[in-house]
């Protein structure tokens, strides 16, 4: 009975929300750049000239792991009041509201119970409010680098953005930070990912010494479980904690034996010279 009373008040929920969507009403926003009261948008000028900085360094060719770099050196916080990665810079490049425009239902609630979001890819009606508020950017700046995200994409049609399973689940036990996907690549050619700690990336080993791990290793360390991983713990030595739903826990380790040779040390310095000289 309660179960059903709980799914009666979610629909309803539901039901104002979308036709607050029909009528261009938004619900719920809150976007690093302003402050949202009362569904008004005003402008927070410290954290608009950030924005402003971002879609400018990426238009005259700085990539999004370069911009976060530059904004952790000068330590501007991210919006999530920690350090800047490749998702932050990019979820900031791809917002239509720094133009004053409004995409509503961009997610839904899968049921319920688990209360879970996903990315509406169709599945439900998505309405798109223009001028709704002052903007920040002006449109043909924004085109421009939608442009640039776009040929970028195109370049490397392997690389689906976003695409992996693990997102928001894996932890550093040395320093509690999240760790991020990203891609490894010599010159032009990206070759694989690996995961690494924010702490170690952003500010070096002296604050945080865990070692990334391959992505491909992080999958089969996690294959043959019939339960639901929680979380991913990345400990030293190599050991990888495996949390269930459940609560139940699970421990594996891994090794990559890999040896450096001079031309690939040779060719790892002047990738690093490259991105930061």
Same mark, same amino acid.
């Given at each position: 009975?309660?179960?059903?009373?709980?799914?009666?008040?979610?629909?309803?929920?539901?039901?104002?929300?979308?036709?607050?969507?029909?009528?261009?009403?938004?619900?719920?926003?809150?976007?690093?750049?302003? =402050?949202?009261?009362?569904?008004?948008?005003?402008?927070?000028?410290?954290?608009?000239?950030?924005?402003?900085?971002?879609?400018?360094?990426?238009?005259?060719?700085? +990539?999004?792991?370069?911009?976060?770099?530059?904004?952790?050196?000068? #330590?501007?916080?991210?919006?999530?009041?920690?350090?800047?990665? &490749?998702?932050?810079?990019?979820?900031?490049?791809?917002?239509?509201?720094?133009?004053?425009?409004?995409?509503?239902?961009?997610?839904?609630?899968?049921?319920?119970?688990?209360?879970?979001?996903?990315?509406?890819?169709?599945?439900?009606?998505?309405?798109?409010?223009?001028? #709704?508020?002052?903007?920040?950017?002006?449109?043909?700046?924004?085109?421009?680098?939608?442009?640039?995200?776009?040929?970028?994409?195109?370049? #490397?049609?392997?690389?689906?953005?976003?695409?992996?399973?693990?997102? &928001?689940?894996?932890?550093?036990?040395?320093?509690?930070?999240?760790?991020? @996907?990203?891609?490894? &690549?010599? +010159?032009?050619?990206?070759?694989?990912?690996?995961?690494?700690?924010?702490?170690?990336?952003?500010?070096?080993?002296?604050?945080?010494?865990?070692?990334?791990?391959?992505?491909?290793?992080?999958?089969?360390?996690?294959?043959?479980?019939?339960?639901?991983?929680?979380?991913?713990?990345?400990?030293?030595? =190599?050991?990888?904690?495996?949390?269930?739903?459940?609560?139940?826990?699970?421990?594996?380790?891994?090794?990559?034996?890999?040896?450096?040779?001079?031309?690939?040390?040779?060719? =790892?310095?002047? #990738?690093? @010279?490259? @991105?930061?000289?």
């Amino acid at each position: 009975y309660a179960q059903e009373e709980r799914r009666s008040v979610s629909e309803n929920c539901k039901w104002r929300i979308q036709n607050d969507f029909k009528r261009g009403i938004p619900t719920g926003i809150t976007v690093y750049g302003y =402050n949202v009261k009362k569904r008004e948008f005003m402008v927070n000028e410290e954290e608009a000239q950030v924005v402003r900085r971002i879609f400018e360094m990426y238009a005259s060719g700085t +990539g999004s792991d370069g911009i976060a770099d530059a904004l952790n050196n000068d #330590n501007i916080p991210s919006p999530g009041g920690g350090l800047w990665c &490749h998702r932050a810079v990019m979820d900031i490049l791809r917002n239509e509201k720094y133009i004053g425009d409004l995409m509503l239902q961009k997610y839904y609630t899968v049921d319920h119970i688990s209360k879970k979001t996903k990315l509406n890819d169709g599945r439900l009606n998505r309405y798109y409010v223009s001028e #709704n508020h002052d903007p920040i950017i002006d449109r043909e700046l924004y085109d421009r680098v939608q442009k640039m995200i776009e040929d970028r994409e195109k370049k #490397n049609p392997h690389v689906k953005p976003y695409e992996y399973n693990f997102k &928001h689940k894996v932890f550093c036990e040395n320093c509690g930070c999240k760790y991020y @996907r990203k891609r490894v &690549h010599t +010159g032009k050619q990206y070759e694989h990912f690996v995961w690494k700690c924010k702490t170690y990336a952003y500010k070096g080993k002296k604050h945080c010494d865990n070692k990334q791990i391959p992505d491909e290793v992080l999958i089969r360390l996690t294959e043959g479980f019939d339960k639901e991983i929680k979380n991913i713990i990345i400990c030293k030595d =190599n050991l990888v904690k495996l949390i269930f739903s459940d609560g139940t826990e699970a421990e594996r380790s891994w090794n990559i034996d890999r040896k450096w040779t001079d031309e690939m040390k040779a060719r =790892n310095y002047e #990738n690093l @010279r490259r @991105r930061y000289l």
